[in-house]
């Protein structure tokens, strides 16, 4: 019995070691993303009939990368702008142009839409992407802020971001931002990691001895004193409204991070719970094509459509 004891910690270690290196390998070493764009033709925007552009901008810490611009007609109509902020993987990832459906909801209800590609991904391969869920990306959300409150200073700049992309917002919300609607939303690495490992079949015991393993992978890449940047961490700073929005059956993220974040946030930040959704609460097409899918999303979109004339409109006349 002691000696199956020992053999299975060995079998856990030595998971552990191939996660850390697999992390290691695609963070430091830094594996360019291959980009899907334009292989698919249901990523073309010019099939979305968006009617934008696409610009090209450096991100704060100098990297290039592109987002797609598109406002309404007349844009002196338009309510405000939303940069969308897509997740990152380490897998090809065809970037911002998998929202190009999210795009055209709101543009649909009057919002300019920038359609953000992070270094790596969609326009902005072929190159070196930066995986570091948010740590890094922040910087390519300040800089798209910055450009779209230049060239539209009149108007409301936030953000709209899901999943992994959600860190990436809420860090830059520290320093720029009017409003934020956050789907699926990620605390910190350690609470996506406590997620993902049940996601995938291991048992729960394993989060104990992998965690230790991981922050090490994380220390050497992003930085010794990373979690200084942690969503837990920066929340209790935001000074915008904020709405999250998250599925009741979502396997891939904790609920409790949306509502830990929201407490922190306070009065400014709104939660909306869909106890039958999973992942993909605003997402109509792939992923969950169900009939209640569908309910769902669209339930769920017209709450956010609500948030945005809310802020949009509050802002505007208290300017």
């Given at each position: ?70 406002t309404p007609i007349p844009e002196s109509k338009m309510k405000g702008i939303v940069v969308i902020v897509h997740g990152v993987n ?191 609460v605003l997402r109509t097409y792939g992923g969950d094509p169900t009939v209640m899918n569908q309910q769902i999303a669209e339930a ?20």
């Amino acid at each position: 019995m002691a000696l199956f004891r020992i053999l299975g910690w060995v079998a856990l270690v030595a998971f552990g070691f191939v996660m850390v290196a697999q992390i290691v390998a695609i963070m430091i070493v830094r594996i360019p993303v291959k980009s899907t764009f334009p292989d698919e033709g249901r990523w073309d925007p010019d099939g979305w009939e968006l009617g934008g552009r696409w610009i090209q901008l450096p991100s704060l810490d100098g990297t290039p990368f592109f987002g797609y611009l598109t406002t309404p007609i007349p844009e002196s109509k338009m309510k405000g702008i939303v940069v969308i902020v897509h997740g990152v993987n380490p897998k090809p990832c065809p970037g911002g142009a998998e929202f190009w459906p999210y795009a055209q909801k709101l543009l649909e209800q009057g919002f300019g839409v920038f359609v953000l590609d992070h270094p790596g991904y969609g326009r902005s391969a072929p190159g070196r992407g930066r995986f570091g869920v948010g740590y890094f990306e922040w910087q390519d959300v300040v800089a798209a802020y910055k450009y779209l409150k230049g060239k539209f200073p009149k108007h409301q700049v936030g953000f709209l971001a899901k999943s992994a992309g959600t860190p990436a917002a809420i860090i830059a919300s520290e320093q720029c931002g009017d409003f934020m609607v956050l789907e699926s939303t990620i605390g910190s690495l350690r609470s996506l990691m406590r997620a993902q490992i049940t996601y995938y079949g291991f048992p729960k015991f394993m989060v104990g001895a992998i965690l230790p393993l991981l922050e090490v992978a994380w220390r050497l890449f992003l930085g010794w004193n990373y979690a200084r940047l942690d969503p837990f961490k920066v929340a209790h700073k935001v000074n915008i409204p904020t709405m999250f929005l998250f599925g009741g059956r979502d396997p891939e993220v904790l609920a409790s991070d949306s509502t830990t974040l929201a407490s922190s946030i306070g009065e400014q930040a709104t939660v909306q719970v869909y106890p039958e959704a999973h992942h993909n609460v605003l997402r109509t097409y792939g992923g969950d094509p169900t009939v209640m899918n569908q309910q769902i999303a669209e339930a769920a979109w017209q709450d956010v459509f609500k948030f945005l004339r809310q802020v949009t409109t509050a802002r505007a006349v208290a300017q």
